[in-house]
């Protein structure tokens, strides 16, 4: 597996390739709302083992370049978020910290907000990374058809999810390329460097996307992924394991 092999790529070697699409994505919501219901972080967190545990058994163990960067940048900016929450949030301070010759107070209940906050995200990051990881895009077409989402939403949706990892990519080889050229050393340099790839991002994006139209074009494309074999029908069983797990997850994080 290269260290840039595309989503698409990973998905097609998953060790979850002919698990049923629509079992999977039953499953991926069921953790999600699970999660998402729970007062306590113990739902959250056991989701984010289980989302975990699927991704990995899906990848074989190997985590891919650009996945790495992924991760890092939801938990650089998922950071930023919890520390504001940590500080923000009314409630018995149990910690001061000393700002410009101010009291900032973090108290108990910004820190059970901000672990909840925390847990929830990286929960969910995983769940999701495990179902696009093994589950190629003319499988989520062909789930999402089956469950009577009309063609041109359908197609949008596959457009925009298949692009957004592309660019994600693309992202991680300039960031790589900048660091190769001691782009990061310092901070000046470092805040030089983002806004730079942050500018040459956006150029990038708008020349994809008509290059892409290009591609699409040329192959007749017609809105349709075709299928050439046809993934495993959702059984009885994959309902049952989904509202089991939601069952689970709810009962945990609300006891």
């Avoid at 990881?133 to 949008?156: C, M, Q, R, W, Y």
């Avoid at 150029?203 to 040329?218: F, P």
Wanted: glycine share 10%; with cysteine; charged share 10%.
């Amino acid at each position: 597996m290269g260290h840039f092999a595309g989503i698409d790529s990973l998905a097609y070697q998953s060790r979850a390739l002919h698990w049923p699409p629509l079992g999977k994505l039953l499953l991926s919501i069921c953790l999600l709302i699970g999660s998402l219901s729970s007062k306590s972080p113990c739902g959250p967190l056991l989701v984010l083992g289980a989302g975990l545990f699927l991704f990995l058994y899906s990848t074989g163990g190997k985590i891919p370049s650009f996945i790495v960067f992924l991760i890092g940048a939801v938990m650089a900016f998922n950071m930023a978020g919890v520390f504001i929450i940590a500080l923000t949030q009314a409630g018995q301070p149990i910690l001061g910290i000393a700002v410009a010759g101010a009291t900032i107070d973090v108290t108990r209940e910004g820190l059970s907000l901000a672990a909840l906050v925390f847990l929830r995200t990286f929960a969910g990051l995983f769940v999701m990374l495990f179902f696009a990881a093994s589950t190629p895009i003319p499988h989520i077409f062909n789930s999402l058809k089956s469950v009577g989402l009309p063609d041109h939403i359908a197609e949008a949706a596959i457009l925009i999810y298949r692009y957004s990892f592309m660019m994600l990519e693309q992202s991680w080889q300039m960031l790589n390329a900048a660091g190769c050229r001691m782009g990061f050393s310092g901070w000046r340099n470092s805040m030089r460097t983002m806004g730079i790839v942050a500018a040459n991002m956006f150029i990038r994006s708008l020349e994809l996307a008509e290059r892409s139209q290009y591609a699409l074009q040329s192959r007749n494309f017609g809105g349709r992924f075709p299928l050439f074999q046809k993934p495993a029908e959702m059984t009885p069983a994959w309902g049952i394991i989904s509202i089991v797990a939601l069952a689970g997850v709810y009962l945990v994080g609300n006891a």
